[in-house]
């Protein structure tokens, strides 16, 4: 039955009406698919039908989800109650929406709001009257929680004279969405959903619908449902790690308007000057603004690499550099061609490719020989180019961690290595002369939402590939019997950041399990896996009472360099299914530390792991 996903990705979430959403989330229903997001709505509002708009939403998108909506009113009664529906439900999203004018009726009644203090009051009020929700949905559920901010009025008590107020509703709003995102900012788990925002752009008036409000407790009017759906899908995605890793751009008629090898260096329209060349110059600066979340930018082109090189150097009014390109495939080969190469120089899958170009045919193509690689056509009308990539939900980030805002130069400086390694006729000389620090730490909360992106992204060295969210990764960080380990790298070309993570379970016990443990793809190479095993099983094995550290290598299309890992350090294989799981197991005795003397250690806790 997932011929249906196939048919509904095919679909333009955008273009559904009520009818279709019911059809396409009851089709999606009926062909019983383990639902990737369960998603919970809870507030005092009645939801219908948006839930269904989700379902099918996401289909469109190839995620499978279901919902549960509490009952009305009751979140907090439903939260603290370890029976009732919602928690048995065990949502992976749970979307809290309040509206003001009932979780605080006498805030509406203007007249307890006649000073500027009792407005600041008011502030207070409202914030405590929503964090006990929110606090009661973390400590409850292993949900991510998307809490709606507010909207104001649509016409302010004193009218055009609110802008002169010492504190009047405009400002009150205003401050209680930023006192909103302030008392979350620093829990992972808390997403705001900018609902302020989305009503202003689809229209206020247009949004709202209170004739259906006022008789069933509907906000919203249904032509503000998709808008809305949209926001939820992309935080949802978002939130369980669907994120490509390289944006790969197309240069004539995209990046600038023209064609290089026609119009010259010079003669290109990017920049001030005329509509069509200030549409590519905010086109850059949106691209420019996703490589500051972590994305890498990529160039694939059917030009001549001379003359590419030679516009980037004299054409200092565009945003973009030569340098925001961790790699740039120009030449007269077919673009699929240099999205594979593109892919593997930076040793990543091309479904963490997304493409954009202007050409229908050479889109069609991509989508025909490369299904997997996420496209998208540019506007054929210029003024609309700089929001083309607004909708791509795969290059958001809910946070953006220090490893991302290094990404490029961390390629960079990859680059530099690779370079630096033609120098050696040997490996190992060339290994110690990167003179490679590792440090291996606990996982403190801060780090939390690294050890979940590199859960839900990492592929190549992931031994068992299991996806934690960030709630799991918070209880594993707090256990007694468990350990979450944090890998740090450094050479002398940089900062690699926190490159790799290993979860211990049953950690107080005889045999200790490495239940998961994930490298990133750019640290892969240079033995830096095996001073991190030969770390953690010496911590495992000093233990008194441990006898043995067990680990399992579960086989995906993606991990196949990793399927003789415990084989070459030592474990002894136990078991092998029929879908390929091995489980392996060390004994106490048998330990014997790898060599990796070209690595550096260091550690909080002995024994050297380097002894035996």
Not at 329 to 352: F, P, V, Y
Not at 585 to 606: G, N, Q, S, T, Y
């Amino acid at each position: 039955m997932a011929s249906i996903l196939e048919h509904a990705r095919k679909i333009d979430p955008l273009s559904l009406g009520s009818i279709d959403v019911h059809r396409l989330a009851r089709e999606v229903r009926r062909a019983g698919l383990t639902p990737e997001a369960r998603v919970a709505f809870a507030g005092n509002i009645v939801f219908e039908p948006l839930p269904e708009f989700v379902e099918a939403h996401l289909a469109c998108h190839g995620t499978t989800s279901s919902s549960y909506v509490a009952a009305f009113g009751q979140a907090i009664q439903e939260l603290f109650d370890p029976c009732s529906p919602l928690r048995r439900f065990d949502p992976n999203f749970l979307l809290l929406h309040f509206e003001l004018n009932a979780l605080l009726p006498h805030l509406v009644d203007r007249r307890v709001l006649d000073t500027a203090d009792s407005w600041r009051q008011g502030m207070t009020q409202v914030l405590d009257a929503v964090e006990p929700t929110v606090r009661a949905a973390l400590d409850s559920t292993r949900a991510i929680v998307l809490l709606t901010n507010f909207v104001g009025p649509d016409c302010y008590d004193l009218g055009l004279a609110d802008s002169r107020s010492e504190f009047g509703e405009q400002e009150f709003f205003a401050q209680i969405n930023s006192a909103l995102c302030k008392a979350f900012r620093a829990e992972p788990r808390v997403q705001i959903v900018d609902l302020c925002r989305l009503m202003a752009f689809h229209g206020r008036g247009r949004a709202r619908d209170r004739r259906l409000y006022y008789v069933a407790k509907l906000p919203w009017h249904e032509s503000f449902l998709p808008l809305l759906t949209d926001e939820l899908v992309r935080h949802i995605h978002a939130g369980l790690g669907r994120i490509r890793k390289c944006l790969v751009v197309d240069l004539d008629n995209t990046l600038w308007g023209g064609v290089l090898g026609e119009d010259g260096a010079l003669g290109v329209r990017v920049g001030a000057g005329d509509p069509v060349a200030e549409a590519h110059r905010d086109l850059q600066r949106r691209i420019l603004a996703i490589k500051r979340r972590g994305i890498l930018l990529a160039a694939c082109s059917k030009n001549n690499p001379s003359d590419v090189e030679e516009l980037f150097r004299i054409r200092p009014d565009m945003p973009l550099r030569g340098e925001d390109f961790v790699c740039m495939e120009i030449g007269w080969q077919m673009k699929h061609e240099g999205l594979c190469r593109i892919a593997a120089r930076l040793n990543i899958g091309t479904d963490s490719l997304v493409f954009l170009d202007d050409s229908p045919a050479e889109i069609e193509l991509i989508r025909q020989v490369m299904p997997e690689v996420e496209c998208v056509l540019v506007p054929g009308d210029p003024a609309m180019r700089p929001t083309c990539l607004d909708r791509i939900h795969s290059l958001d980030r809910v946070v953006i961690t220090a490893e991302d805002m290094m990404k490029t130069r961390q390629y960079q400086d990859k680059a530099a290595r690779d370079s630096s390694r033609r120098q050696f006729s040997d490996l190992e000389g060339y290994l110690h002369s990167l003179e490679t620090r590792i440090s291996i730490r606990d996982a403190t909360y801060e780090m939390l939402v690294r050890a979940h992106q590199l859960f839900a992204k990492t592929n190549q060295f992931n031994l068992t590939t299991r996806r934690y969210t960030l709630a799991d990764l918070q209880a594993f960080a707090a256990a007694e019997d468990s350990r979450l380990l944090m890998v740090r790298c450094e050479d002398r070309y940089g900062d690699l950041g926190w490159i790799g993570a290993v979860l211990l379970r049953a950690f107080d016990s005889p045999l200790v399990r490495i239940d998961s443990f994930v490298l990133s793809c750019r640290a892969m190479g240079r033995a830096i896996e095996t001073a991190i095993l030969n770390h953690v099983t010496a911590l495992c094995l000093v233990r008194p009472g441990c006898e043995a550290v067990m680990g399992d290598y579960v086989p995906t299309h993606k991990n196949a360099p990793v399927r003789e890992f415990y084989d070459e350090h030592g474990f002894m294989l136990v078991e092998t299914d029929l879908a390929g799981h091995k489980t392996y197991r060390l004994e106490r005795d048998a330990r014997r530390a790898m060599p990796c003397d070209w690595i550096k250690l260091d550690v909080d806790e002995l024994p050297d792991p380097q002894s035996n």
